[in-house]
């Protein structure tokens, strides 16, 4: 079931992400070879005729190609490997001199019809947020607790003032605040200036962090104990909690805090995919498709208990995060990815003419060779993780 759901998942991300190029693709004129969702051999193509609709199943390539009727036809298939789809487009990669075709059309048509992928999962994102927010309402920064004697109680912060501010970051929803301290540790030396809101009033308190020690309660299942294990950890804190319920609001509010939903997993990839590159980040925080089942199965079983409809909002907004991810990595600048065509297509604006397709062609086979041996490691450091879990 956990592997259903995750296709089921995994195929409403990419075909969304598909229908924006093909979308944009029809507007400016360029002709669809081929609509499919999967990847490997066909199971089943349909074609709009002009003799009507005509379905085939486990269709060539050769057939596809050759077959009379389906020339200059769009073919929508089904293909065997649940992973992936395509839009392929006449000219996409190869010179073609009729009107229809992808190289045909000027540097910004084609432009938009290869950033339509990535902005369309950003706006399958913001649906799915409004959904949640719809029904669960939204999550606001309000500080829940102060303890006494720590650098927030000696500023004069209270229970239920809105942070709003910290440092030169912008505050919204509850999660930035602990995204914040992710991606900005604490540490001895430090100075925050943070803004809140109390009722109507805006106000802003200077603090400095206080070494201190928390009661840190282990799961003693996982430490190799049968009772939890309970230690003292000292640590440099600011000293309040947060977390408080999420709130209901306005359809204003809906639609606002939908906005900030999605830039905040927007940012989150970004800053994550940073820590990559500085080595912040290992190879044990990142997941790939069987890291992602497992993750379906992970809320699934902790969401079922309180019943079938927090398995849906659960799963849908996994779809938030997951969609605003795909919509970031693909606008990275990777020869085979959408930001690889599209820092192509930049770099022909400030010249003023293409780079020559063939070696357009050769830059992108390499980026997709090392993007396949870069799903391999992931795929089996997934595995690894599960095996030694």
Not at 34 to 49: D, L, Q, Y
Not at 60 to 84: A, D, R
Not at 281 to 287: L, P, R
Request: charged letters at 20%; aromatic letters at 10%.
């Amino acid at each position: 079931m956990n592997i259903v759901l995750a296709l089921l998942i995994f195929s409403l991300l990419v075909i969304i992400h598909e229908l924006g190029h093909f979308l944009l693709a029809r507007l400016n004129g360029v002709e669809v070879t081929e609509f499919s969702v999967g990847m490997g051999p066909r199971i089943v193509t349909v074609v709009k005729t002009d003799k009507g609709i005509r379905v085939k199943f486990f269709a060539s390539t050769m057939f596809c190609e050759n077959f009379k009727y389906w020339k200059g036809k769009t073919k929508y298939s089904i293909k065997l490997l649940p992973f992936g789809g395509s839009c392929i487009m006449l000219g996409e990669d190869d010179v073609v001199d009729e009107d229809r075709a992808f190289c045909k059309k000027s540097v910004y048509q084609r432009m938009s019809i290869v950033f339509a992928g990535p902005f369309f999962n950003f706006v399958l994102a913001f649906i799915l947020a409004i959904v949640i927010n719809a029904v669960s309402g939204f999550d606001k920064p309000v500080v829940t607790s102060v303890e006494s004697g720590m650098p927030m109680d000696a500023a004069g912060v209270m229970p239920g003032d809105e942070i709003v501010k910290i440092n030169d970051t912008k505050i919204v929803l509850d999660r930035e605040i602990g995204s914040y301290f992710i991606f900005n540790p604490i540490s001895e030396g430090d100075k925050y200036e943070i803004t809140l809101k109390r009722g109507k009033e805006k106000y802003t308190v200077n603090v400095e962090p206080k070494l201190a020690e928390i009661l840190y309660v282990s799961d003693g299942f996982s430490h190799g104990i049968v009772e939890p294990e309970t230690k003292k950890v000292t640590s440099y804190r600011l000293g309040f909690g947060y977390g408080s319920p999420r709130q209901k609001g306005s359809t204003i509010q809906i639609l606002k805090y939908s906005l900030y939903e999605v830039k905040y997993w927007i940012d989150t990839t970004i800053k994550s995919i940073g820590m990559i590159f500085t080595g912040k980040v290992g190879k044990d925080d990142i997941a790939g498709p069987v890291g992602i089942v497992s993750t379906v199965g992970d809320l699934v079983n902790k969401s079922s208990v309180f019943g079938i409809s927090s398995v849906v909002l659960s799963l849908i907004s996994f779809s938030i995060l997951l969609s605003a991810n795909l919509g970031v990595m693909n606008l990275l600048p990777i020869p085979a990815l959408d930001g690889g065509r599209l820092f192509f297509q930049i770099i022909e604006i400030i010249r003023g003419k293409p780079i020559s397709p063939e070696k357009e062609g050769i830059i992108t086979m390499i980026g997709f060779v090392l993007l396949m041996l870069l799903m391999v490691f992931i795929m089996f450091n997934d595995i690894q993780k599960l095996i030694f879990k």
